[in-house]
């Protein structure tokens, strides 16, 4: 039994037993019953609604960590593919600077052979 079942059940005892007191004592003791119970219906309709807007907000939650975790997954997944194609970007930048550089070697190499050749 949960704390809330414990204390309703020892609320439903406290108020048979002042009921009977009620009856032995030719209601000496009916403004107190009637002051226990109005408050006790009250806040067990209060805590009903307070559970079950609890409830509905443990769903709202549960239903916004499932999207966010989804989300989450995909924008993973995106990562991956982007990392991915920098690294392929990276590696074709590299390929391209050593061409560009053996061509530079070899540009300057045939303009210092052909001013040689010219000077001779």
């Known amino acids: 039994m ?3 079942q414990i204390a309703r059940e020892a609320i439903k005892h406290a108020l048979k037993a002042l009921r009977k007191r009620h009856l032995l004592e030719e209601g000496a003791h009916a403004p107190a019953y009637v ?3 109005r408050p006790i219906i009250s806040q067990g309709s209060e805590w009903k609604e307070k559970a079950e807007i609890l409830e509905v ?3 709202q939650c549960y239903k916004a960590q499932s999207r966010l975790s989804e989300q989450l997954v995909v924008e993973v997944a995106e990562s991956r593919a982007s990392k991915t194609l920098l690294e392929e970007k ?3 930048i590299t390929d391209l600077q050593k061409d560009l550089t053996q061509i530079r070697l070899c540009f ?3 303009v210092w052979t052909t001013g040689k050749m010219l000077l001779m």
């Open 35 to 37: 002051a226990l119970s």
């Open 90 to 92: 990276e590696a074709a």
């Open 57 to 59: 907000e443990v769903q």
């Open 2 to 4: 949960s704390q809330q």
């Open 108 to 110: 300057t190499h045939n």
